[in-house]
């Protein structure tokens, strides 16, 4: 009750500079910017928009330190997480834009003592996470794999076999930004982090932007919390917990940068008006998704179905966005055919702010409301629509009533798999677990939709249901890692 009574405090004590359109308007975007904070039991949060090349709103809201009642101010630095692999991916373009890399080049023309293997890989292929390289960290824990150092893993790496041939699939992977940091240092002449620096910090005015991971002190930092569900005197409550992540120095191209949403809009109109990348279509290059070979994109999946160099990208007929994200806590997105860009950092890993994004520019550029359904597909919108009165646990019934037919066979079951996270995120786990119950039915050959039921069923607290859906994840695909290693933590092996 504590922390709620701050909370409320600290979002009607909001610090604000810029002048979008009107009082009214800037009063109706705190107020659904609130109500995404309590939906989401967000404790701190800034926003930042760019509008025809300006800085027009700057909002901050909440608590930077939950703990010590610290409010996040607009100079609150964040940690933007992956949004980092969007400034590796301006770096690569400004040592392109020299003659001094080229994206179609093996990596092996850059990096010397590689597996076999990797060799082949090309700087795109890097950028674009289509590579089949190994990964270096787990994506389930956060953890390196195999407790290896990056430079043991690099050189112990012909014992691993390639995740798939190169270009067939897209897979995340920090593996490929940790190699991109070194050809960066190599081809530009020194340290990754004094580049991007001097190459971008420097230009943007970005004074109070630093690279640092978590055991480093950053001054004034947003602390970053995950939510726990715990029992109360009044029932289960969803509370705040600190996180922390290992600090890697050779990984921080990939995840690694400090910042305020304001900076990041300095950054983004220094980017816009030439001062980062000077020639002309290099833009278009950087933002353009990756192709698989089979010719179709490689994306997260939902709204964010591409990804270029280094940029998650939105391909969709209107308003079309290039998205960067970041620890499930902060996004932004560019809407190049509208001169705008919105900016969120949260310190909620699971608040997953890509998901109103697109509903914070709908105050900017109205027609967004309507065209895009605000970062969610119009279909799966429509059926939490319907849920919300009826009941998620009628999802089955809903999606199979007659009304339905036509639309049941357009969901795909990234985006129901999505949905639920999404859910989940919101803190509505019950809700959640019906989603995930619902793409098992929609996708019983699939090994992902198990796992994600088991893994709704373990946070809820149900070992046995949890256990029974990884081993029939794991029976789908035997190599599924995650389903075998949540077994073992569970103290039950693969089924035999």
């Keep these: 009750m504590r922390l709620a009574s701050l909370l409320a405090t600290m979002l009607f004590a909001s610090t604000a500079f810029g002048q979008p359109s009107t009082t009214h308007e800037r009063g109706r975007i705190d107020a659904f910017v609130q109500k995404e904070m309590r939906e989401r039991h ?11 090349g300006k800085l027009v709103l700057t909002r901050a809201y909440g608590l930077a330190d939950v703990q010590h009642s610290i409010p996040v101010t607009p100079r609150t630095p964040f940690s933007i997480a992956s949004i980092t692999k969007a400034f590796t991916g301006v770096a690569v373009m400004q040592l392109v834009e020299e003659g001094k890399l080229d994206l179609d080049a093996p990596v092996s023309r850059y990096l010397d003592n590689l597996p076999l293997s990797w060799r082949p890989v090309t700087l795109r292929q890097l950028l674009t996470h289509v590579s089949g390289i190994p990964d270096i960290v787990d994506q389930k824990s956060g953890k390196l794999v195999r407790d290896s150092d990056p430079e043991a893993f690099v050189s112990e790496a012909n014992t691993l076999p390639m995740e798939f041939a190169r270009g067939e699939r897209f897979s995340y992977n920090q593996t490929n930004y940790l190699l991109l940091g070194k050809i960066i240092e190599k081809a530009g002449g020194q340290p990754f982090v004094q580049f991007v620096t001097r190459r971008q910090f420097d230009v943007a005015d970005m004074r109070n932007t630093q690279f640092g ?20 005197g009044n029932g289960d409550a969803d509370v705040p917990m ?17 910042t305020s949403a304001e900076q990041v809009a300095n950054w983004i109109i220094a980017l816009q008006h030439g001062r980062l990348l000077r020639k ?12 698989l070979n089979n010719g179709s994109h490689g994306g997260f999946g939902g709204p964010l179905n591409g990804y270029a160099l280094g940029w998650p990208v939105i391909v969709r007929t209107a308003h079309k966005a290039v998205a960067p ?6 996004a932004f997105f560019i809407y190049p055919d509208d001169d705008l860009s919105v900016v969120i950092l949260t310190n909620l890993q699971g608040s997953h702010p890509e998901a109103f994004v697109d509903e914070v520019a709908g105050y900017f550029v109205a027609d967004i409301r309507d065209a895009v359904g605000f970062g969610v597909p119009r279909l799966i919108r ?3 629509g319907e849920l919300t009165k009826a009941g998620f646990d009628h999802a089955l019934d809903i999606v199979n009533d007659s009304r339905h037919a036509a639309a049941k066979n357009q969901l795909r079951e990234e985006d ?16 959640a677990l019906e989603i995930f119950k619902l793409n098992v039915v929609l996708f019983p050959q699939s090994a992902n939709t198990y796992d994600s039921l088991a893994d709704a069923y373990e946070g ?37």
């Design 382 to 384: 429509e059926l939490e």
């Design 242 to 258: 600190n996180i922390f992540y290992e600090s890697v120095p050779a990984l921080l191209p990939a995840n690694g940068i400090n």
């Design 213 to 232: 991971g978590f055991s480093d002190i950053i001054k004034d930092r947003a602390q970053p919390y995950t939510l726990q569900r715990i029992a109360t």
């Design 460 to 496: 809820l607290g149900e070992q046995s249901l949890a256990i029974d859906n990884y081993r029939r994840s794991l029976a789908l695909n035997p190599k599924n890692r995650n389903a075998a290693e949540r077994l073992k933590a569970l103290g039950s092996g693969p089924a035999e």
């Design 280 to 291: 002309e279509g290099s833009l278009s290059t950087m933002w353009t998704p990756g192709v």
């Design 325 to 330: 994200i970041g620890g499930n806590w902060s």
């Design 42 to 52: 967000i404790p701190g949060m800034q926003v930042a928009v760019v509008q025809h």
């Design 416 to 431: 129901v798999n999505a949905w639920g996270y999404r859910l989940r995120g919101q803190g509505r786990q019950a809700q």
